[in-house]
């Protein structure tokens, strides 16, 4: 009876496309074991006691170095959407409109709505939002902030072109913008290169959004954000006045699996782990479903989100999928205007290329029966 | 820079008086490396993944084994406070009306405060609240709870006697008001006998709160609350909305000490630490300031709290403290009205007998001067 509703339905065999999650054969258990174990025996004194609101110093230190940070600019909770709630809860007053890429990650659309905030869908590009819609929807609702997944999108697989970057950031700053700049799978790039964060166009008006939840453990909860003093020290007020200091147990664990130099090969599995994935849910896309649908082609990330040229409402997409043995969000949940019956999110990482490969097959099929 | 206030403070010379958390050298950190390490070794697939938002499912089937109740109605967190802030979320709007003792804990207060409650003091008598207030507060108010420290409570270290228990939960039940027990403390009695909960009175409506804060260590992170089933899907469901999943290694590791039968002797431990600071605190209050102020005699927790009978600011009297050589927290943060400027807190756990003693002694010399 304790087991959540999605580890009942992944006991099945049924094939969840349902969740954006790592990988459970990825996590490094044994070398957390020895991190969690030689973390508490260095540093006790911090973890077990009541310490910083913003979390265990070391990690900050080590994330603001790899920014030319202050320390005191690093915010660490429990996950990043802890994070985005206490920006949601130190920023936004009823009526504070909000710009999000549409569809964005529906667990943020609901935190912000619950903070009171107007959430208004940008319509998302193959590169990225449309700046033309952007603009006009700054003009017409003068957002505080606009969120956005610049790497790999989630749930659309899609990435911010550079150009549109920083086209982006010259929106931001004529118009007096915050951006919240979320990039959880930044480091899950499997072919290409890095291009430059929004971060580092605009410090002055971006708190950037990170986790170690897909690289290392969600069960761990260290997330991550960092940004002008003058926010970070607002949020870290509204954390501090919510839970005094974050789990500092799972921070110290991070932070010493880093200063092992164990992080750049964990990475290196996971891409060796993923890639082949994504690969196969691109081909198995391509063979079955070039009809149906379109959708981006992600060098990295988690999703490839679907968007079907069929008409139907998501419910019924569903309950046929659930029939034929997959299990699908609703597309909805992902569009602030509510739109989005015929978007379908495939997450790719937690799935075996067989289980990828029958998955689509049925999809495929599905839909053509709808 | 990464330093708290609050430890700058401490590696001073001064005295904190400020400070209600254990001793840094009861933390059980040889044990707590094992089990964390070993609750990694376990539990690995359970606690890296995302899990279910009540928390780690062995650590909430232990604590409802202990009271009669099912595992789902457990709810863990990172510490009782931000499950605090959870039933504020879940249960207030702005104008509800919520009692606290008076004084009660700070913190509580202001997060009851930000989700919009108006938060109402009951005066606090040696055996707990004033019923007679308390009853004339509910008829003017219509509160929609109480919050209660039944225990030693924080900051007075006064305990509710059971016939007023009995006569409050009555109340309660007469007046259809929900309570919040919160009982950080209880397992923290040095002298006398337990007292029965008012949660074990009044089930069905009463959430009790608590926490492994203050027997194994705040900086873990672990907090607890159970109550009716349908609260604990409420507060659940904000927790959800907020963070996905807790930090599961904290509470794995948790579970693995109590697993391991540890928790007995880490207990007994505490109680051969503290009990001869709480002593100490009273023969030197009995000494130094008898003609001072009154103070309940706690047979356990974290803290004495003096009502001095003289007048001035509280600012007064920390200005001076903090000329001598003792920090005070200030007495008004704990008093819903914004009285309390000559309430002191005094938490005696982190402080050795000789530094209680010189302590008190200059609070003595700081109040005779004022």
Not at 170 to 178: D, F, H
Not at 200 to 224: C, D
Not at 265 to 278: D, F, M, T
Request: net charge negative; glycine share 8%.
């Amino acid at each position: 009876m304790n087991i959540p509703d999605r580890r009942i339905q992944e006991a099945s065999n049924m094939i969840a496309f349902t969740r954006g999650v790592p990988a459970t054969e990825a996590f490094p258990v044994e070398a957390l074991g020895e991190c969690a174990a030689s973390a508490l025996a260095k540093y006790s004194s911090q973890i077990l006691q009541y310490d910083s609101f913003r979390g265990f110093g070391p990690l900050r230190e080590f994330i603001a170095a790899g920014h030319g940070l202050q320390p005191d600019q690093v915010l660490l909770s429990q996950g990043a959407l802890q994070i985005v709630d206490f920006i949601a809860r130190s920023l936004i007053t009823p009526g504070t409109t909000v710009l999000v890429e549409q569809p964005s990650y529906d667990r943020v659309i609901k935190v912000l709505r619950r903070a009171g905030a107007t959430v208004v869908g940008v319509p998302l590009q193959e590169d990225g939002m449309d700046l033309t819609a952007c603009e006009e929807l700054i003009r017409e609702h003068h957002p505080l902030m606009t969120y956005v997944i610049s790497d790999f999108q989630n749930p659309s697989g899609t990435t911010m072109s550079e150009a549109k970057r920083g086209a982006f950031a010259a929106l931001a700053e004529q118009y007096g913008m915050l951006v919240l700049e979320d990039l959880p799978y930044r480091r899950l790039r499997y072919a290409g290169d890095d291009i430059p964060t929004i971060q580092s166009m605009i410090p002055h008006r971006t708190i950037q959004l990170s986790s170690f939840s897909k690289l290392l453990s969600p069960g761990l909860r260290v997330g991550l954000a960092f940004g002008p003093q003058q926010y970070m020290d607002r949020l870290g007020k509204t954390a501090q006045d919510t839970y005094i200091t974050p789990s500092l147990l799972s921070q110290a664990t991070v932070f010493e699996f880093i200063d092992r130099g164990l992080l750049p090969a964990q990475i290196e599995k996971l891409h060796n782990l993923y890639r082949p994935r994504l690969s196969e849910l691109l081909a198995v896309l391509d063979t079955e479903m070039a009809d149906l649908g379109t959708w981006a082609r992600p060098e990295g990330g988690f999703f490839v989100g679907v968007t079907l040229n069929k008409s139907f409402k998501a419910e019924a997409l569903i309950a046929r999928g659930l029939e034929k043995g997959i299990q699908l969000t609703n597309g909805r949940d992902f569009f602030a205007d509510g739109r989005g019956n015929t978007f379908v999110r495939l997450p790719f990482c937690a799935l075996t290329t067989d289980e990828i490969d029958e998955g689509v097959r049925t999809l495929a099929q599905v839909v053509r029966s709808l």
